[in-house]
């Protein structure tokens, strides 16, 4: 794996916690956001005994660990493939919380642009 190598002039040194703590915020976050769609199709992906309060405030604590991973990273490729991610699913969990199901197109929009990623 090329980011194992010390010589690899792309690597950077991160917390693998906090990548982790990425993922499993993403993953959350999903999770919550097709929730009840899931439901429909009678599947879910909650963790077995979870509330959506419980899988919220996991969600939240990981992405915590996510933007400290983020914010760690060198100014390039690698910062602005995971910077527009982390802000979508912060967002979706503000919008989640405040009763809607996702963002809008509008907001999604305002996200990209607030990041300075150009697509």
């Not at 959506?52 to 493939?81: C, H, I, W």
């Amino acid at each position: 794996m090329l980011l194992l190598r010390p010589n690899f002039t792309g690597y950077s040194y991160s917390n693998r916690q906090d990548a982790i703590g990425f993922g499993r915020g993403l993953q959350a976050v999903n999770i919550l956001r097709n929730h009840n769609e899931d439901l429909i199709r009678g599947v879910t992906f909650m963790p077995q005994g979870w509330t959506m309060t419980e899988l919220d405030q996991y969600a939240r604590r990981n992405l915590e660990l996510a933007d400290r991973y983020t914010s760690a990273l060198p100014t390039g490729p690698a910062k602005d493939f995971c910077t527009l991610p982390l802000a979508l699913a912060q967002a979706t969990l503000d919008t989640i919380t405040k009763g809607f199901p996702k963002l809008s197109r509008q907001q999604v929009m305002a996200i990209v642009a607030h990041t300075g990623i150009h697509l």
